[in-house]
């Protein structure tokens, strides 16, 4: 009986510093050891993956300690990083948080009223995508699943699809995006604050307006204006003159479908023949200029009522604009604005 009890309690210990050795943690090393998580990947078999990478002694018992710990079903699927010599309890909490390896990102800026040509050298400086490529997708709205890209019309003279379509925002994607990705993750920012504006589609249906209609005008605000202020009556500016057919007559338009812009228009340059140029064609051209923010769109949505036909800028360095009902006042604005000239 004594030689039973023996055996039993040799058994017993036995038992209990296997136990109590497989809890301990392994040998700490300085490099940190990669492992994944594959999505619905259970208990068991993250344990057994845990002892393959050397990072716990046993998965048997790892299993047992995780089911009365009960906190298994929380580990998160990721790539992840632990470093040897890890507790039990350190790496439950690992897997439950998902703290899993950052991956490496790409920042960059897309100012607001830059054209699509302006993004593509961007970005091609940059080194984060093909110059030639951008320009090409540029062109192919329907290589992209987001619905706005749907409202694009298949317009005769249109020089980008995307133009005025990709937000003027400032981005970070992983490591490693094509040129694609970069304008996917433009459209559906765009998307995305289009989504923000009460009752959009409602609104414009009132006006008797597109989507591609309401992102020209706001584009065209955007090249105009600077001072916040101004955006909705230029914007009111800019419908008054559609509504009595008078040709908008907007230097930006002239700048756009120039290889270059300019600081100075000269009248040869406001006579080439091209479907943007509105001191010749009456209207809208046919499609945005630029990518305008999110204050013109809503500028060019809610327009301020006015009477005005005419704006000037003041050329006192103060970005800012003086209107007028009729082309004498607006002549007299110019001579102002000349004598206010630093």
Do not use: C
């Amino acid at each position: 009986m004594t030689t039973l009890f023996l055996l039993l309690v040799i058994i017993a210990g036995g038992a209990a510093f296997y136990i109590w050795s497989a809890l301990q943690p392994v040998q700490p090393k300085t490099q940190p050891v990669a492992f994944t998580v594959v999505k619905g990947t259970g208990t068991s078999a993250i344990a057994d993956t845990l002892e393959q990478k050397g990072l716990i002694r046993n998965a048997l018992v790892f299993k047992a300690y995780v089911k009365f710990k009960q906190q298994g079903n929380a580990f998160q699927a990721g790539n992840y990083e632990a470093q040897p010599g890890m507790t039990f309890d350190q790496l439950i909490a690992k897997l439950s948080a998902g703290d899993v390896v950052k991956a490496e990102m790409i920042r960059f800026t897309i100012p607001e009223g830059y054209t699509i040509r302006q993004m593509a050298d961007k970005l091609q400086k940059e080194g984060l995508a093909d110059r030639q490529q951008f320009l090409q997708l540029a062109n192919e709205p329907s290589a992209f699943d987001v619905p706005l890209v749907r409202d694009i019309p298949k317009q005769a003279g249109l020089r980008y699809a995307l133009e005025g379509y990709l937000f003027p925002e400032t981005y970070e994607l992983k490591k490693g995006s094509t040129t694609k990705d970069i304008v996917q993750a433009m459209l559906e920012q765009t998307q995305k604050r289009l989504d923000t504006i009460p009752d959009l589609d409602a609104k414009l249906k009132q006006r008797g307006e597109t989507l591609h209609q309401l992102l020209s005008v706001a584009s065209l605000v955007e090249r105009e204006v600077v001072v916040d202020d101004e955006r909705p009556i230029v914007a009111g500016v800019i419908y008054n003159r559609l509504k009595q057919d008078k040709k908008l007559e907007i230097d930006a338009t002239v700048q756009y479908m120039l290889d270059k812009q300019k600081e100075r228009l000269y009248y040869k340059d406001l006579a080439v023949e091209s479907p943007y140029n509105t001191y010749l064609h009456p209207g809208l051209p046919p499609g945005p200029i630029a990518s305008p923010s999110l204050k013109s769109v809503v500028a060019a949505l809610q327009p301020t009522a006015t009477d005005y036909l005419f704006y000037v800028t003041k050329k006192d360095g103060t970005h800012e604009h003086l209107f007028a009902a009729t082309y004498k006042e607006h002549l007299h604005n110019i001579q102002v604005s000349n004598r206010k000239t630093k």
